[in-house]
């Protein structure tokens, strides 16, 4: 049996398209000018700058009485139901289970983001296994990101 292994951010979900999303809706929210949306896209780094040191640079630019914590926490909130998988990605999933594969999402990142990005996508339904590095205890593509799946992967 094969086994084909994705990743999640920018290859099965669109990260990117989802932070633009939460980016501008929160931007209207604050009442911040629609024009700070390239800050927030060029800060984010597609979503490589910690997340801690995103949420403070807000807080501070436009001098919110939130904390990081909350804002973390509405972030997380409001994005979990933003990860919809499109129709030609499941699809070609589908496909792949159909010519024999068994599938298995990998990504690097904390459970609780990367475990809700997968349920509002549907993948859950979909792979046979979804390895996170916060789990797992290791990052891709160390190793240890995969070891231990058992019959999942069988």
């Known amino acids: 049996m094969a086994l084909l292994l994705c990743d999640l951010d920018g290859t099965l979900v669109s990260r990117q398209a989802m932070y633009e999303a939460w980016a501008t809706g929160y931007l209207a929210r604050i ?3 629609a ?11 597609s979503g490589i700058r910690p997340r801690d040191e995103l949420f403070a640079a807000i807080i501070d630019r436009y001098r919110l009485t939130e904390t ?3 804002l973390s926490e509405a972030y997380y909130e409001d994005c979990a139901c933003r990860f919809p ?3 030609e990605v499941l699809s070609a999933l589908q496909r792949a289970r159909a010519a024999g ?8 990142g904390a459970v609780r983001s ?8 549907g993948l859950s339904q979909v792979v046979d296994a ?4 916060e789990a797992e205890g290791a990052w891709k593509s160390a190793p240890g990101a995969l070891r231990d799946r058992g019959p999942a992967l069988r």
């Not at 594969?101 to 690097?108: E, G, H, R, Y």
């Open 31 to 33: 009442g911040a000018p």
């Open 35 to 45: 024009a700070d949306l390239a800050w927030l896209l060029e800060f984010d780094q």
């Open 68 to 70: 990081v914590e909350s």
């Open 85 to 87: 998988c499109e129709a």
């Open 101 to 108: 594969f068994k599938l298995a999402i990998v990504t690097n």
């Open 114 to 121: 990367q475990a809700a990005k997968v349920a509002s996508a």
């Open 130 to 133: 979804c390895c996170i590095s």
